[in-house]
């Protein structure tokens, strides 16, 4: 059997390989998700680009973790292969409103973003993966239920930016007599970096 992944702990359901990646077999950590995600984002119509506030998603680790209810994004977390592309970049929608409570043969008119995701899950504590279908009438009740999006955006933003690694590095460029002991806990991250995931697997 498949080793459990962290993320497998939150998703509640098997680990495993990928069809998509059958030469991928280990665990890896969700800071090594770093495949193009800009595509898939697309396809769902949520927005890319390199504007960290406008896009729905930075990384493939972020949006793997959102969907995995994992909204105070943790990049140590590891990941198996299954899990990674099933949330991930072969993530597919289903075809009916997926919003919670949904009543009616309403189809899917709009698609559920990450802030949105954060919001539902904050208010309705039920996940709805980004890149879900909403139909109108739902979109509606979320309206009431969520009337300020932003505080959800600026709080998904705002995990974000204290994990994003450009910025981490360019702050450790920054600080680097820095000795306060958040900025411990900083590099402590990064030396983590060249860890070898088979050494945790055996204990
Ligand atoms: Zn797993
Ligand atoms: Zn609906």
């Not at 919003?99 to 990450?114: A, I």
């Not at 900025?183 to 983590?192: A, E, G, M, T």
Request: hydrophobic letters at 25%.
């Amino acid at each position: 059997m498949f080793p459990r992944c962290n993320v497998g702990i939150f998703v509640k359901t098997q680990c495993g390989t990928s069809s998509h990646y059958q030469n991928e077999l280990s665990l890896v950590k969700l800071f090594d998700c770093n495949r193009d995600i800009s595509g898939h984002l697309h396809s769902l119509r949520l927005p890319t680009g390199q504007n960290q506030t406008k896009c729905d998603t930075q990384t493939e680790g972020q949006l793997i973790s959102r969907r995995a209810g994992v909204f105070d994004y943790n990049r140590n977390l590891s990941i198996c292969p299954k899990h990674r592309y099933d949330l991930g970049i072969y993530w597919r929608p289903r075809t009916t409103c997926q919003f919670p409570g949904h009543v009616g043969k309403g189809k899917p008119v709009r698609t559920v973003t990450s802030p949105m995701s954060y919001g539902i899950w904050c208010t309705q504590t039920q996940l709805v993966h980004a890149g879900s279908g909403i139909c109108r009438k739902c979109i509606d009740v979320f309206k009431e239920v969520v009337p300020d999006i932003t505080v959800y955006q600026t709080g998904l933003n705002s995990i974000t930016d204290s994990n994003d690694s450009e910025k981490e590095e360019a702050a450790e460029e920054r600080s680097f007599n820095f000795t306060s002991d958040s900025s411990d806990n900083f590099y402590n991250l990064r030396q983590r970096t060249n860890v070898s995931y088979h050494n945790e697997l055996d204990e």
